[in-house]
């Protein structure tokens, strides 16, 4: 792990507790001067040097009010200031005062303070070790000797002190990250073991759509026994279940990266329209019986767009309407969603006509673990949907009148209000953003964007743009000039990220005498450059605008057979890769594990390899290293491998690819993005 990394780690590790160590530093440096000035007088103080320690610790305080800025040096800040007002401080205090008991007990304490907030062995051993050579330097150019008041055997208890301290934190350290590694761990197993049905079901799906004809044929030697209104019902009930399948995957991955980072992850969040996902909320709920959701009346004034994420306020609707319907049997239940505007917030109301809930108990329903008593409940539903509301910079209230009604109010904040602009702008410092253009003054104008976010900007010429770095750099938008581009490259990106979740922009100014002629699947892309105050708000609303994928149909014609492996020990998912490969006119070779893949491989060539990366008796990733680096595979030493696997975040894309991984497929595929993926390496 880099230094970059440790502080990193340090920080998060931290952050919660920085209000109360900010308030307790900026407080206690200049209160302790008139301690140790006139209630306990000691030889030496300094009154400006505390000034300084108590400012660098004030932003831990109010990190809440700091500006946008700060949060792009905040870990910087945090490192500086504990390794100067700590070790650096206490140090040059403890030898200016020639050693006394105070100063010398002092230190003692910053050494066990400074081992608490930063918990790195090896941080707190570098940044210690710079702190009090530092301090030594000042009191030599202060003093001259240093050494009045010293005596060996201090320095005896200082490193006992640290070698225990950091013993004991690295011990408590291990412990907690034991407990995350279970946690990532154990959250890893339950999506791969729901991903493999998931799979094997979207494989199925796809299948069947692929056989399935579009219309009935009129050749009378075919006989159907199905309509072909039959047919049209089939295909979309298909496509019904991989939408249901697609958000599944998801929640997923939601879930994961909001378990590994600890809270509820902003990464997922776009502009939606509120009554689009209460809307879809209710239809796909699980209702016990039809007549269920006539019990639910949903009426909205005004539909406002909010800035979260749609899979989770619908479960947050999923867990209201979970806990309203115990009560269905009541005489005269009905439950009513209200949506209304009010100031600079949208309000949603969830009011239901059951039991209800005494008043001593609602203060408590919010929290981790309490359950009424309900069959089956746990305790965490609640919980969990106040915490996604608070997310998205919202709040959820509950007010209820016994044998009455229970009434639930989410407030979410518009669009346009500042805590909204303030969350947008910490997202984009995680974006990476590729400007397509010859255009000085726009790429400059972009430049000067990219340091106000702080988001990753890549430039390049469009003459020589090779498309296959779309995939590899993982791009959130692409900026692309059109007066820059051919009408063929344009066609060609945008296809080739049509199916993807990449944002684009086209920009066009007014006075182009070259008119690159845009259909109207371009158009909400278009953007008139005038000004880039004006790119600014396109580029954040395109860049959290939820896009829709275009299904565009992808024909892959094959002048000579190409031979593709696929290895995958789930035998839906290599039927179903198998079947739509060969439709496209590709030769397939199937294998069940990593050694089999490699018995063929001793006396057949491909052209291609689909590897899943986790199979028993080998796996994916072995079985590529032995490709990699086994002389006897050495005529597929440089066949593209395509790795399958339910799981990539970075870390795991970089291993991989260190081991030799062409490329990756998140799985399953749908149909476009496999024979897409395909087709480019194999036309490379």
Same mark, same amino acid.
């Given at each position: 792990? *880099? ?5 990193? +780690? ?23 001067? /008139? ?24 932003? /831990? ?11 792009? @040096? ?8 504990? #390794?100067?007002?700590?070790? /650096?401080?206490? #140090? ?13 007990? +002092? ?9 608490? =907030? ?27 000797? %240093? ?20 013993? /004991? ?13 279970? +946690? ?5 197993? =339950? ?6 049905? $998931?799979?094997? $079901?979207?494989? +199925?799906?796809?299948? $069947? ?48 990266? *909001? ?13 939606? *329209? ?10 796909? @709920? ?47 239940? &009905?439950? %009513?969603?209200?949506?209304? *505007? ?51 910079? !919202? ?23 500042? =805590? ?81 979740? %990449? ?54 014609? #094959?002048?000579? &057979?190409? &031979? ?21 006119? @590709? ?6 594990? !990593? ?25 994916? %990733? ?18 593209? =491998?395509?790795?399958?696997? !339910? ?32 087709? &480019?390496?194999?036309?490379?």
């Amino acid at each position: 792990m *880099s230094i970059k990394q440790r502080i990193t +780690s340090a920080y998060r590790y931290i952050e919660p507790n920085l209000f109360f160590i900010g308030l307790f530093g900026s407080i206690g440096f200049p209160a302790y001067y /008139f301690i140790w000035t006139y209630l306990f007088p000691q030889p030496y103080e300094n009154l400006p040097l505390r000034l300084v320690c108590a400012f660098l610790f004030l932003p /831990f305080a109010i990190k809440s009010y700091m500006p946008s800025l700060f949060s792009r @040096y905040k870990e910087k800040h945090f490192v500086f200031s504990i #390794c100067f007002c700590l070790p /650096f401080f206490f #140090c040059y205090m403890m030898i200016r005062n020639e050693w006394t008991v105070e100063w010398i007990m +002092s230190f003692m304490a910053a050494i066990f303070l400074s081992i608490i =907030i930063i918990y790195d062995w090896l941080l707190i051993l570098i940044f210690t070790t710079i702190a009090a050579f530092s301090a030594a330097v000042l009191g030599y150019m202060s003093m001259s000797n %240093i050494g009045i008041g010293f005596h060996y055997s201090y320095l005896v208890v200082f490193s006992f002190s640290y070698l225990t301290g950091i013993c /004991f934190n690295y011990r408590n350290r291990i412990e907690i990250e034991s407990k995350q590694l279970f +946690s990532r761990s154990f959250s890893s197993g =339950i999506a791969h073991e729901m991903r493999n049905p $998931l799979g094997a $079901l979207y494989a +199925s799906q796809e299948v $069947l759509l692929e056989l399935l004809p579009e219309t009935l044929t009129d050749d009378p030697q075919q006989h159907r026994l199905i309509s072909n209104a039959e047919i049209h019902k089939l295909r979309d009930i298909i496509q019904d279940n991989i939408s249901i399948i697609n958000n599944g995957h998801s929640t997923i991955n939601l879930l994961l990266s *909001s378990i590994d980072s600890q809270k509820i992850s902003p990464h997922s969040f776009h502009y939606l *329209s509120i009554h689009d996902v209460v809307n879809n909320a209710l239809n796909v @709920y699980g209702y016990q019986q039809k007549s269920d959701r006539a019990l639910v009346f949903f009426q909205i004034n005004t539909d406002n767009l909010f800035f979260g994420n749609d899979i989770l306020l619908r479960y947050v609707f999923f867990n209201l309407l979970k806990n309203s319907f115990y009560y269905k049997d009541k005489p005269n239940f &009905k439950i %009513i969603i209200s949506v209304y *505007s009010k100031k600079n917030e949208t309000i949603i109301s969830i009011k239901d006509y059951g039991k209800g809930i005494p008043s001593s108990l609602i203060k408590n329903i919010f929290t981790e673990y309490y359950t009424s008593g309900k069959k089956n409940n746990t305790g965490l539903g609640l919980s969990f949907c106040k915490k996604v509301i608070n997310a998205f910079a !919202g709040s959820i209230e509950c007010y209820s009148t016994e044998n009455i009604s229970t009434t639930f109010i989410i407030r979410l904040p518009m669009i346009t209000s500042p =805590i909204i602009d303030k969350i947008q702008y910490d997202l984009m410092s995680t974006k990476k953003i590729l400007f397509l253009g010859n255009q000085p003054q726009q790429l400059i104008d972009i430049n000067h964007l990219a340091f106000f976010y702080n988001f990753k900007l890549h430039s390049k010429k469009t003459l020589n743009y090779d498309i296959i770095n779309i995939d590899n750099n993982n791009y959130d938008c692409i900026i692309i000039d059109l007066t820059s581009i051919e009408s063929n490259l344009l066609t060609k990106l945008y296809n080739h990220i049509a199916t993807t979740t %990449i944002q684009v922009i086209f920009i066009r100014h007014k006075d182009d005498v070259k008119k690159l002629i845009l259909s109207k699947t371009h158009q909400p892309y278009l953007f008139e450059y005038n000004h880039v105050d004006e790119l600014q708000k396109k580029l954040t609303t395109q860049i959290f605008t939820k896009k829709t994928s275009h299904n565009i149909s992808l024909k892959t014609i #094959c002048s000579t &057979k190409a &031979k593709i492996m696929i290895v995958d020990d789930n035998i839906s998912l290599r039927l179903y890769s198998g079947i739509l490969l060969k439709n496209a006119g @590709y030769d397939v070779i199937e294998a069940d594990n !990593g050694r089999t893949a490699l018995t063929y491989l001793q006396e057949s060539t491909v052209d291609l390899i689909l590897m899943d990366s986790q199979m028993p008796i080998m796996s994916g %990733i072995d079985a590529t290293k032995e490709i990699r680096t086994n002389r006897q595979y050495s005529s597929h030493k440089d066949v593209p =491998i395509i790795c399958y696997s !339910g799981s990539l975040d970075e870390e795991h894309r970089e291993h991989l690819m260190h081991i030799g991984v062409t490329d990756f497929l998140l799985k399953p595929s749908s149909k476009t993005i496999l024979l897409d993926t395909v087709h &480019k390496w194999l036309n490379d």
